[in-house]
Nanobody, 117 residues
Framework: QGQFVESGGDLVQPGGSLRLSCEAS???????MAWYRQAPGKQREMVAY??????HYRDSVRDRFTISRDNAKNLVYLQMNSLKPEDTAVYYC?????????????WGQGTQVTVSS
């Protein structure tokens, strides 16, 4: 049983929008959280992360993506606007930091985002 459940990925045209959702337990979701992605032939990279009151983005998605959270619903979101073909990847959520004394939390199956005309 996976601890992260990602959803919302789809096939979308360039310039389109999607909102991804990540659900996890309250003990997990309360921590600093991040969205990652892995495109074909590339290593997994961090897209954005969110703390209690700050958000941060990699340069290639800044001003297009917005990360947010709803702790009461155990959810983290990634709103993606003005999508480009280079955004095509499997998107995953996970903790930003590995807790001390643990191997980290296993990756979920991710959700596929495909941007193509």
């Amino acid at each position: 049983q996976g601890q992260f459940v990602e959803s919302g990925g789809d096939l979308v045209q360039p310039g389109g929008s999607l909102r991804l959702s990540c659900e996890a337990s309250k003990n997990i979701i309360k921590n600093d959280m991040a969205w990652y992605r892995q495109a074909p032939g590339k290593q997994r990279e961090m897209v954005a992360y969110i703390t209690n009151n700050t958000t941060h983005y990699r340069d290639s998605v800044r001003d297009r993506f917005t990360i947010s959270r709803d702790n009461a619903k155990n959810l983290v979101y990634l709103q993606m606007n003005s999508l480009k073909p280079e955004d095509t990847a499997v998107y995953y959520c996970n903790l930003l930091n590995i807790p001390n004394g643990t191997p980290g939390v296993p990756w979920g199956q991710g959700t596929q985002v495909t941007v193509s005309s």
